[in-house]
């Protein structure tokens, strides 16, 4: 990551260093799709292990079934995940993470422990900023 600043020209050079602080950096949207609610969710349930679509979305809760699809979607085309079609009847999907997914993964898991190991003294912020 550096901080120099990114021509519209630049962004697509592929030599160039990706700054996604730059408006048309290319890694930009992808850190918008790792980062989105349910791609996050998704990526680090992954870590589990290969997961098919109707058990993925009972493991992610609240997620619809079109926001499921749209997301690994967008994290399959990101090279995130690995969607394997398994000839059987019915066919099966199953989902797993590249290594690329995987290293992401283990990045957003890392911040999700640190979130839940501080509820406590984020609970007290926020009722704190709440009263102020």
């Excluded at 630049?10 to 030599?15: F, G, K, L, V």
């Amino acid at each position: 990551m550096t901080t120099r600043q990114t021509t519209a020209a630049d962004a697509s050079d592929p030599t160039l260093e990706a700054d996604v602080f730059a408006r048309n950096c290319a890694s930009r949207p992808v850190l918008q799709n790792v980062a989105s609610r349910w791609g996050v969710l998704a990526l680090v349930a992954l870590r589990e292990g290969p997961y098919r679509f109707s058990a993925l979305r009972r493991r992610v809760e609240g997620v619809s079934e079109r926001m499921l699809s749209q997301t690994l979607q967008t994290l399959e085309r990101d090279g995130m995940i690995h969607r394997e079609v398994q000839q059987s009847i019915p066919p099966r999907v199953e989902y797993t993470l590249t290594d690329l997914g995987a290293q992401v993964a283990k990045h957003l898991e890392a911040l999700i422990v640190t979130l839940e190991t501080n509820i406590g003294t984020i609970q007290e912020a926020q009722a704190t900023y709440r009263r102020d």
